[in-house]
Structure formats: structure tokens, C-alpha cells
């Protein structure tokens, strides 16, 4: 995904005001999300997989956060990918949103 197709995706969030069947907002400015794992297999099991947009939150609103370290969060990531069966192959687009 294109760091622009990413900031349209982020928009249409903020217009529909929630998550989608295939996009999960994972908090990320203070540290790693927990039950990362189990979203992972979920989108694994879901015909065309999914898309974590980390450093988004999604309540009390849904509001741009950042993320602690964007390098650490693709380690652990994949690291978490590798321990499943069969093994996953994520992708990572980084990409700055208002500053964030």
C-alpha cells in the first residue's frame, strides 16, 4: 500500500467514524498494542486478510496518535508472524499523518 492510498484509508476512517471488517486502530504512541496475536490470526482466517493501522485510537474517539518507534513495531510484528501456522508475510507502509 502507498503511503497515499494509506492517508485515504485514515480519512475515510475519521468519515465513517469506526473500523471496518478488514481495519483494525491499534494505539501505539506508549508502547506495543497487547492481543496483537490474535488479531494477526483473525485476519489470517479472513479471505483477503486485513489491515492493522497502528498508532491510531479508537476510543473515546478515533484520533491520531502516533507510534513509539515504527522500526520496533515491524520487528515485533513480524516476529509475531513467524510463529504462526502457516507463516505470515506482512506488509509495512509507514507514512506521516498530520504530523504524526
Do not use: W
Request: proline share 4%.
Amino acid at each position: 500500500m502507498l503511503a497515499e492510498e494509506l492517508n485515504k484509508l485514515i480519512d475515510n476512517i475519521f468519515a465513517f467514524g469506526c473500523e471496518m471488517q478488514h481495519v483494525e486502530l491499534k494505539a501505539a504512541e506508549k508502547g506495543m498494542p497487547e492481543k496483537l496475536y490474535d488479531t494477526l490470526s483473525g485476519f489470517a482466517n479472513q479471505s483477503g486478510g486485513g489491515i492493522i493501522l497502528f498508532g491510531i485510537r479508537e476510543k473515546p474517539e478515533i484520533a491520531v496518535v502516533g507510534v513509539y518507534n515504527a522500526q520496533d513495531i515491524q520487528t515485533k510484528v513480524t516476529n509475531y508472524a513467524l510463529q504462526m501456522e502457516p507463516v505470515l508475510r506482512p506488509v509495512f507502509t509507514v507514512c506521516d499523518y498530520n504530523g504524526r
